[in-house]
């Protein structure tokens, strides 16, 4: 906006002597200055987006004032362009990169375009020029058609950055839930187990591969030997599933379709609930339902609670975890008691990773 302000400014005396009606002129640079302050008005990050509806109704007004501008030197105007009007139409498709695609900004460009070629058609019934016809009408034209065709080429280029920040974003999304779901797995499914993993196979494998023992691989064997002997002792005193609830319900063994990574987050939810003892997050019961249908199998926890928003608050953390694994991951705060149904064994969860 100041760009085109101290345009307007500089221009204008320069050209006053060939200003035929200083009144036209007057309205024009107001109407520019007016739809200028709209722009910025609209363009604020807090607010509405400029959408393309938005934007013509700032273009009209550039136009008018072009148009007003030009209108202001009919009869007087000696010199091939010197006024502001068209140099402020192509500065305003500039102002367009940021909110519309490429094809809306060629098609103002094409009106722009229209509207210089018609101005300078009107200017040639003025005064006879020295200029050929030509150079008149390339030099009106001019700085519609550069400043659109770079406005275009830029909104194409910024829309291409961030489709492809987008993706990049989306498979950071993709990488970290991957991350998240191998640490459940290798943590709260298999205790220390699924760490073992990344001693134990490699160093299985490196004897297999040379066939024979290095200096400190008996006593390696013997430390990973005792690690996993421990931590299957641990993985077997944290009971079943059943065992960590009040109250459960599995009459069609639905259960055993749960794989390791949904027991993992269910586990790590009923844990969580009773991580401080009975009642620490004012939970009085838990009770888990498991049932079996054609489409597949279903599941509900209920943490029966007086204040279950609460609970609900406190477990948030647990509940996405819960539907990363499970499909049609319901959460429901009742007055007593909150709802946490899931869906498994339907064909759609992801494959487990051994």
């Known amino acids: ?46 607010g509405a987006p400029v959408t393309s509806s938005r934007f013509a109704i700032f273009f009209l007004g550039v136009s008018v004032s072009a148009i007003l501008n030009a209108a202001s030197q009919i009869g007087s105007n000696v010199a091939v362009r010197d006024d502001w009007g068209l140099t402020c139409l192509g500065l305003s498709l500039v102002a367009a990169a940021p909110y519309l695609a490429s094809v809306h900004i060629l098609r103002l460009t094409a009106l722009a375009l229209t509207v210089a070629f018609g101005l300078a058609l009107v200017q040639l019934a003025g005064p006879s020029f020295d200029i050929p016809f030509g150079i008149h009408i390339l030099t009106a034209v001019t700085p519609s058609l550069a400043m659109g065709l770079g406005a275009a080429a830029y909104a194409r280029s ?20 991957a991350h998240l779901r191998r640490r459940l797995s290798e943590t709260d499914a298999m205790g220390e187990l699924g760490a073992l993993r990344r001693d134990v196979v490699p160093f299985l494998l490196r004897l297999d591969r040379t066939g024979e023992l290095a200096p400190g691989d008996e006593l390696r064997a013997a430390v990973l030997a005792s690690e996993l002997r421990r931590a299957i002792v641990e993985r077997l005193e944290r009971g079943s599933l059943a065992a960590s609830v009040d109250s459960y319900s599995d009459e069609d063994s639905a259960g055993a379709r749960l794989t390791e990574r949904q027991r993992a987050s269910l586990r790590a939810l009923i844990t969580a609930a009773t991580a401080t003892g009975p009642g620490a997050r004012g939970i009085h019961r838990l009770s888990l339902t498991l049932t079996r249908s054609k489409a597949g199998a279903t599941g509900v926890l209920e943490l029966a609670s007086d204040d279950a928003e609460a609970v609900a608050s406190s477990l948030a953390p647990f509940t996405r975890v819960m539907r990363m694994e499970f499909s049609d991951t319901e959460v429901d705060s009742g007055p007593e008691a909150l709802l946490i149904t899931f869906g498994f064994d339907s064909g759609r969860e992801k494959a487990v990773v051994s």
Not at 11 to 33: A, D, F, H, Y
């Open 1 to 46: 906006m100041s760009l085109v302000l101290s345009l307007v400014l500089s221009i204008t005396p320069s050209g006053i002597e060939q200003t035929e009606q200083p009144w036209l002129n007057v309205g024009g640079m107001l109407l520019l200055t007016g739809s200028y302050v709209m722009l910025v008005v609209w363009a604020d990050p807090v």
């Open 158 to 177: 910024l829309l291409a950055s961030l489709q492809a920040a987008a993706s990049e974003g989306a498979e950071a999304r993709l990488r970290h839930d």
